[in-house]
Nanobody, 121 residues
Framework: QVQLVESGGGLVQPGGSLRLSCAAS????????VGWYRQAPGKQRELVAG???????NYADSVKGRFTISRDNAKNTVALQMNSLKPDDTAVYYC???????????????WGQGTQVTVSS
């Protein structure tokens, strides 16, 4: 059974920092592309940052220079360090993994349950 469990969300003041973490199980993490998405009320889910199985990161323009994504294949975790947070960063943040599954190792997408990040004074 595939599980992606996020932690680290919460309430923070503008300009503050938070670190999100996602622990994966049930997948071959080292062969997976992983990332973080977010969804604010009334908006579509959007990619925040991703990191490939080759450790290549990519970021949404809105978070470049403020957020850093990292992965630890030994611990099956992916983290998102968020600095200089703004009210516009307020959203539910979801961990995502595109992982090979099944006999044919077909890539499928999996999601965590989400963690709330609120940036407010």
């Amino acid at each position: 059974q595939v599980q992606l469990v996020e932690s680290g969300g919460g309430l923070v003041q503008p300009g503050g920092s938070l670190r999100l973490s996602c622990a994966a199980s049930g997948i071959i993490f080292s062969l997976s592309d992983v990332g973080w998405y977010r969804q604010a009320p009334g908006k579509q889910r959007e990619l925040v940052a991703g990191i490939t199985r080759g450790y290549a990161p990519n970021y949404a323009d809105s978070v470049k220079g403020r957020f850093t994504i990292s992965r630890d294949n030994a611990k099956n975790t992916v983290a998102l360090q968020m600095n200089s947070l703004k009210p516009d960063d307020t959203a539910v943040y979801y961990c995502n993994a595109d992982a090979p599954v099944g006999v044919w190792q077909t890539y499928s997408s999996f999601w965590g349950q989400g963690t709330q990040v609120t940036v407010s004074s």
